[in-house]
């Protein structure tokens, strides 16, 4: 089975190809993406009408090249998925628009694909994964915990309250006036700075839940920031060393703790943890996560950067997975803004529409 997956829930836009076996073993055939960066550099952040307007001029283009790189045509697909939500709804019509019509058009199934849960089903396409694992989901756009128990079985053990890590990342490079996005720039002065110069809180540090909280930790970093005016590089660098720090802490303690509970419900000798998202790819935050991973006996699970962000590889798959089970979603509304993985968690105090 081959499927086409298509991604422009932000400012990405990507077109994947893989192929599952009867098995259950993927293999990718291609993929073509296009990072819209530089289009809103100039703003710091992403502006939505443009990251649509360039969906639309860049989609088609993308989907040709992915079909070249495979060396097929759109008749050897055999199912096109599209990411439905959550995004910016501008760009999300883009992207499933597109899909319907190449499926209503050859005649094949069109899937609709929580981006959510392509994240978290991208280690079974890389690594094999067996059902149950937990996940650790940390992008711009989100910061969550989850229990992957199945295709569409899903609990959330735990979500932000405020800030999503990459988010915060981004602000306090922001607030420092270095580059966006902010995460890599940060990691990159970190690594000349001294952590422990700053002594920064570590939000929700021994909660009962493993909820995460981020805005008081950069917070603290603009006073210090304020307190320390002018700056110089080497208090840059040690600020961002002490904020990292700080973040990749308050992240293993909240792992610990949503690591516990799921060995709780499954009591296994060894469990996997996969990462995924944008901050994945920070080396601090991934160390503090293995130690937490390796006291438990577990195993952690960090997709290559390219699978970890988001790509059009990971809709495919989830597409895939779905085909495979026979659950297309098919009925939904066209597209979601806000789609939570797990309907059925608890509303958490203050979280607002990140939950
Ligand atoms: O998953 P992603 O590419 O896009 C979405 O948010 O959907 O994640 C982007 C986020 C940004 O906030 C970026 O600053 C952060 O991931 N990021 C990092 C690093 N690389 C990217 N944060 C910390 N350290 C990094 N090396
Ligand atoms: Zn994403």
Request: aromatic share 4%; net charge negative.
């Amino acid at each position: 089975m081959i499927i086409l997956g298509l991604e422009t829930s932000c400012d990405e836009t990507a077109a994947g190809l893989v192929r599952r076996s009867e098995n259950g073993a993927g293999e990718i055939l291609s993929g073509s993406l296009r990072s819209q960066i530089a289009e809103h550099m100039p703003f710091g952040g992403v502006v939505p009408e443009i990251a649509a307007r360039a969906h639309v001029t860049i989609l088609d283009g993308l989907i040709q090249d992915a079909l070249q790189q495979a060396s097929i045509t759109l008749d050897n697909v055999d199912a096109i998925a599209a990411t439905a939500g959550p995004g910016l709804l501008g760009g999300l019509l883009v992207g499933v628009i597109t899909g319907k019509t190449l499926a209503s058009v050859l005649g094949k199934p069109y899937l609709a694909i929580n981006h959510l849960e392509a994240h978290a089903l991208t280690v079974r396409l890389t690594d094999r994964i067996e059902f149950p694992y937990l996940m650790l989901l940390v992008s711009g756009g989100h910061t969550q915990i989850l229990s992957i128990e199945g295709v569409g079985v899903y609990k959330r053990l735990a979500t932000t309250i405020d800030d999503a890590l990459g988010e915060a990342f981004d602000k306090v490079a922001k607030l420092l006036g270095l580059g966006f996005p902010g995460g890599p720039e940060v990691e990159k002065w970190a690594a000349r700075g001294n952590a422990s110069r700053f002594s920064l809180p570590r939000p929700m540090k021994g909660r009962a839940e493993p909820h995460f909280s981020f805005s008081g930790l950069k917070t603290a970093v603009r006073q210090q920031a304020h307190e320390l005016q002018p700056l110089n590089d080497q208090d840059i660098a040690d600020l961002c060393a002490s904020f990292q720090l700080a973040a990749s802490e308050a992240v293993a303690d909240r792992l610990k703790r949503a690591l516990d509970l799921f060995c709780e419900a499954h009591p296994r000798t060894e469990p996997v943890v996969a990462i995924a998202g944008g901050v994945a790819a920070n080396r601090a935050l991934s160390a503090a996560l293995q130690k937490i991973v390796t006291e438990k006996n577990g195993t952690l699970i960090v997709p290559p950067p390219q699978l970890c962000t988001d790509n059009g590889i990971m809709i495919a798959w989830a597409g895939a997975e779905r085909m495979a089970v026979g659950v297309l979603n098919d009925e939904m509304p066209i597209a979601r803004a806000r789609w939570p993985l797990d309907a059925n968690a608890e509303p958490v105090p203050f979280a607002g529409v990140k939950a």
